[in-house]
């Protein structure tokens, strides 16, 4: 009798709740590979800064271009120095990575080779500012991330543009820039 009665008052513990698992992390943007980048350059190139943009653009060129993968992307931002990061770069095909490695070597030589297809110094500039704008912590994360997407798809859409059609998208990016800088000012971002 003892033993139903032991048996009758036992209780199943409570469940335990355990909290959801955090969401997983956003993918890499390309904005970012090139921010990070940068910084690696940055030591060895600060002093040039056209060749330090030059280099940065064949980062985010092939960054979009290519369709790097966000595992990819990913890896080149863990790099911890231009030294370590080459294994990244096993993750693309043989003619990517070979056209990657191509512009990189000439966006570093002297004196810069000039580029006929090149982009107005307007969308250059408007990158630049874009790449900032994007750090400055005044802004609200999901605004800066909103920007970060209209910027991919916007780059992408600038290199479609034919030589004729440069003018005018220069004149875009102008009114561009000028836009931002009056935001970065009101906002105090650089």
Do not use: I
């Not at 910027?151 to 059609?165: H, I, L, R, T």
């Amino acid at each position: 009798m003892l033993l139903l009665v032991v048996l009758g008052c036992h209780h199943d513990p409570a469940p335990v709740s355990h909290p959801p698992p955090p969401p997983p992390p956003a993918d890499v943007t390309c904005v970012e590979v090139r921010q990070h980048v940068d910084t690696l350059l940055e030591p060895r190139y600060g002093k040039d800064p056209e060749k330090l943009r030059k280099l940065g653009h064949a980062v985010t060129k092939h960054c979009l271009d290519d369709k790097w993968t966000p595992s990819l992307r990913k890896c080149v931002v863990d790099t911890r120095s231009l030294d370590d990061g080459h294994h990244c770069l096993d993750a693309l095909p043989a003619d990517q990575r070979t056209a990657f490695e191509t512009a990189m070597e000439t966006a570093a030589k002297d004196p810069p080779v000039a580029d006929p297809n090149a982009l107005p110094a307007a969308c250059l500039k408007y990158r630049d500012l874009m790449l900032k704008l994007s750090t400055c912590d005044k802004l609200p994360q999901a605004s800066r991330d909103a920007m970060k997407d209209a910027f991919e798809q916007a780059w992408k859409a600038f290199s479609d543009v034919p030589p004729e059609g440069r003018e005018a998208l220069g004149e875009s990016c102008k009114s561009a820039v000028d836009a931002m800088e009056q935001t970065m000012m009101s906002l105090s971002c650089g």
